[in-house]
């Protein structure tokens, strides 16, 4: 370890332990390479360090101050203040071992080097060259073959359905397979759509062919072609947001329906879930004509991705890092779910527990006659799909637990439920 | 100089200067380490830069292969694409020395280090030490005293009016001070809104105070106080974008309408201005109404802005950078401006050359009876205000220019007009 990394945990040790208080001064930089026998380099390389995690303040020229601790742990505040749940089973987070941030920290590092480059803002469309790689990407891994022209990128989902919209102003209506994407279907709302579930007359159609359900159904190739045979006949737009279409592996690989289409299908991604949900880069590939409207209308819209981290992400897939990426969370969240569901049927051997098919989430059905509170109760955050007569239906998504704790969170599943 | 650092200097050199062709095989680890008799780890962490930097590309197996150099320097790739002039006059770009890159990526590697936190989404307003730092932020400097519960983050002023848009569902019409800014104009009328441009009778009254034509005048006092009574009176709701207050220094200090009003007043901020266009984050003081609102349509918003930035930015604007950040830049672009001025008043003693309030901006107004592409052709990319009779007013935010480059383009600048 370095000597300031040692005298970084020294000092953040005795704040967090209160040996030195809120609001206290802490030595100056001479004194303390004294006090520590060290240069006035490791000092300031290590007070910099604490200044910037938080943990001190820096006053002009009187010194350096204990911070509030709370503020300095602000990723605990955070948590307590979004929700009291301590195990989060609805998929909000990501395990940490499912992530080279080592690697990633380069690769940032590499981008913030490109210094005349992040003085000018974001091309529209987002970067070309992250766009060109995407191209690449989605053609071997998806079969979308697209040019770089036809790709916006945006930071979410979000972000890029309200673009789609702004560029729909000729359709009326759109179709969600089911209530679930509430974001989507408030979006489409806001811009004056009707808004329906699984209506084929409408002008546009939504799905997500590889999470059809919130356990993960994937569309089977038939369904498929009929969807794409009846669109184009109908002349409706099929908006394919391929959400989670990378974990699919045991199922038989299903084309895009880009891939089957002949042109009135947008095909959307995101590279959220296989990095860090920390990361919103996401992209759609317009057809020909919402590019096309969309060159006309360029002017009105701004890039809202981080240059940087596109800059990073760019490299990072023309170095082949998402593939080995996504071969690593598919087996680390396969290997979890599985492992927790395995728990799960051990605790709870009257309930019906079942893997959904991209592997992602457990869909658990049990008696239940309690209120539904419980879950709060005992620190769990669960997805309810169904809560009808004496039974219900979870669906759990154990990709953020530690395997530490999956032991008691299945505990605590069980004295809820029973 | 780190041994790896002149290694990848070497390397580097070699394939910009065309010693190394694109597609040729670069020695692998084992021989560049007898090549240049260095260790193993000093090569690797040569090469990782480069390929990092997309100067080399590791193919699986079979070694490492110079990049296509065009896409290695997408940054000069990526001007080349956007527009063919060689000097963008029209403010896109930063100055170089405006930004201290080093210490921004101290920030960003610390917020790299708070994994556990990277590891889930952003809250849908934004980080919430952020939004404290932003309320005691713009408190000393704006006097706008806020909860950071009605500071909604996100990544740039459009995804924060989109947001606006939709909680404003009960309103009808909007008003902008006139169509230079078409990206709001455009948000509002695809959510349906009548858009109007200097009509007091506007549901909404967007103005962005600071900056209130393109050359950057400064709403009176007086207007504000009369501006505020009658949105009050009126029962509208008033947008203050105040875009560019940072840079008044030599005009009096003028309070911002939130702090004049009663309620009534959005608060509207951005930081890409201040730190490097490529930074992404901007935000929004809600009123009180339209804050609960947001609450109870929280489900439907996800942040746009980066995590990591959002982190670092906190630590950056907490430890009073941001403050120093603002001097400097203030310092540096009134300069830039008037010594621009000065050189255009010599080289075209005939045009009337002004300096626009707020020190970013100069308006020209001359002779001119050409084809306006003869700006182009010159390579130059200017805003043209009018082009009336045979009078021209140029607009020319001169803050990205270098100064060893003024003179030419000054130069320009007369052989275009004259």
């Known amino acids: 370890m370095k000597k300031y990394t040692q005298l970084y945990n020294t000092i953040k040790d005795m704040i967090l332990s209160g040996e030195l208080a809120v609001g206290e001064k802490i030595p100056s930089v001479r004194k303390a390479c004294r006090i520590y026998n060290v240069s006035m380099t490791t000092v300031q390389n290590a007070y910099f360090d604490l200044c ?3 943990y001190i303040i820096a006053q002009d020229k009187s010194g350096y101050f204990v911070s509030d601790i709370a503020k300095a742990q602000s990723n605990d505040n955070y948590r307590a203040e979004e929700n009291n749940a301590q195990y989060d089973l609805t998929g909000g987070t990501a395990d940490e071992e499912s992530f080279d941030f080592t690697l990633w920290q380069r690769y940032i590092k590499s981008a913030l080097r490109q210094t005349e480059r992040l003085l000018s803002y974001s091309q529209s469309k987002g970067e070309y060259d992250l766009r060109c790689a995407i191209a690449q990407y989605i053609k071997e891994k998806r079969n979308v073959i697209t040019s770089p022209d036809r790709i916006i990128i945006a930071a979410g989902v979000q972000p890029l359905l309200q673009i789609l919209c702004s560029l729909l102003s000729n359709k009326n209506s759109v179709s969600f397979p089911d209530k ?3 974001q989507g279907m408030g979006i489409f709302k806001d811009y004056g759509f009707d808004v329906h579930t699984r209506d084929k007359d409408a002008d546009i159609i939504y799905v997500s062919p590889s999470h059809m359900t919130r356990w993960g159904d994937v569309m089977p190739i038939k369904r498929r072609l009929e969807l794409v045979a009846y669109s184009q006949e109908h002349n409706s737009l099929v908006i394919e947001d391929d959400y989670e279409n990378e974990f699919l592996y045991n199922v038989k690989p299903t084309p895009s329906l880009f891939a089957l289409g002949k042109g009135n299908i947008v095909y959307m991604g995101s590279f959220s879930a296989m990095l860090l949900p920390g990361i919103r880069i996401s992209f ?3 057809t020909k004509d919402l590019a096309e409207k ?4 360029s002017y009105l819209f701004a890039q809202t991705a981080s240059k940087t981290e596109q800059i990073a992400l760019c490299n990072y897939i023309r170095d082949g890092h998402i593939k080995s990426q996504i071969r690593k969370i598919r087996r680390l969240y396969s290997a ?3 492992a927790f569901a395995d728990l799960l049927k051990k605790e709870l051997p009257d309930a019906k527990i079942e893997i959904g098919e991209n592997t992602l989430q457990i869909i ?6 309690k209120d539904l509170s419980v879950f709060e109760e005992m620190g769990l955050k669960v997805f309810v799909e169904k809560y009808e007569g004496d039974e219900i239906v979870l669906v759990i998504s154990p990709a953020g637990i530690p395997y530490s704790e999956m032991d008691i969170i299945a505990k605590k599943l ?5």
């Open 414 to 418: 069980k004295m809820s439920i029973l």
């Open 180 to 182: 679930s994407f509430i």
């Open 294 to 297: 969309y060159d006309e209308k």
């Open 52 to 54: 910037a995690d938080g």
């Open 364 to 369: 658990l059905l049990s008696k239940f006659n």
């Open 284 to 286: 759609m590939v317009l």
């Open 336 to 338: 979890k779910t599985k």
